[in-house]
């Protein structure tokens, strides 16, 4: 039998996990951990894209993004908790067994980032309620050791851009990026992660000073006439001449700001809306970052 595969993009502004779980329940999804989040099937007399249309009627008015695959047959159910891009159902687990599953999971997805995860294991056996912060601290002190550059999946690389869109060369705290994007500070931890090891974004301060910051790519060469912006008259404005100066095979901050002749921060103000609302995706890293309408 054919299945439908879900994960989810929840947000600080949308409905609790809870109740976004109770809303897929109702239509028979199945709560994964993995890669996936809940699994439907698909019986031969349904028509996938009606199926599809129940699932977007759930959801809908939660305020919650979500992909979905779809797969003949079950993914491989996740053996002895180190199994890479599988599923483990987390029907008739006791609560805290179903958090450590998850928590199992987490740490499977950052080996695969190439991270030494061992101190991590220790602390989850010997008191799982230390994990929650142990790991958050994990994270930061481990972000320059990241190989994540390619590995990545369309909702990081909407992420990535959300957040690189933000930063600046004053600096941003996890933080703030989390509230002003919605993500998690897990989710904008890994983000920062990737952008770090792609020369986008660097780390400076420590403790409650600790930022990250926007890495400039090389000052053009120099010009004889300065481009002379021509500033929108709101956001909306904004947004629509740099969608419009979007090439479907990509174009990169400097294309664009040529093409709109808007000033710095309402290109920045402007991408950063684009990318949060899922109008455009970024590609590459660095000077090479293209941005792609979606």
Not at 9 to 17: A, F, W, Y
Not at 254 to 259: K, M, N
Request: charged letters at 30%; glycine letters at 8%; hydrophobic letters at 35%.
């Amino acid at each position: 039998m054919n299945k439908i595969y879900v994960k989810l993009i929840l947000s600080s502004e949308g409905e609790p996990p809870k109740r976004i779980v109770e809303r897929l329940k109702r239509i028979g999804a199945l709560p994964l951990v993995g890669d996936f989040d809940f699994e439907l099937e698909l019986s031969p007399d349904e028509r996938l894209f009606d199926k599809l249309d129940t699932i977007h009627k759930a959801l809908k008015g939660s305020r919650v993004r979500y992909t979905v695959t779809t797969q003949a047959g079950a993914i491989k159910p996740l053996e002895g908790g180190t199994s890479t891009r599988s599923v483990s159902s987390l029907d008739g687990l006791k609560p805290a067994d179903m958090k450590k599953a998850v928590y199992i999971q987490k740490l499977d997805r950052w080996r695969e980032m190439g991270l030494d995860v061992s101190e991590l294991e220790e602390v989850l056996d010997a008191d799982m309620t230390l994990f929650k912060e142990a790991s958050k601290e994990f994270l930061r002190t481990h972000l320059n050791s990241m190989s994540v550059v390619s590995d990545k999946h369309p909702p990081d690389i909407q992420l990535d851009g959300e957040v690189l869109a933000l930063l600046n060369e004053e600096g941003k705290t996890i933080a703030g990026l989390a509230k002003t994007t919605g993500h998690s500070e897990e989710q904008v931890t890994l983000s920062l992660g990737r952008l770090m090891s792609s020369g986008s974004a660097t780390l400076t301060g420590s403790g409650k000073g600790e930022k990250y910051v926007l890495v400039p790519p090389p000052a053009p060469p120099p010009v004889k006439k300065k481009l002379r912006t021509l500033p929108a008259e709101d956001v909306e404005e904004a947004e629509d001449r740099v969608y419009s100066a979007l090439s479907p095979n990509g174009t990169t901050r400097g294309q664009v700001l040529r093409a709109t002749r808007l000033p710095e921060e309402q290109l920045s103000k402007a991408l950063a809306s684009l990318s949060k609302k899922g109008r455009i995706r970024v590609i590459g890293k660095g000077m090479k970052a293209r941005f792609v309408p979606s």
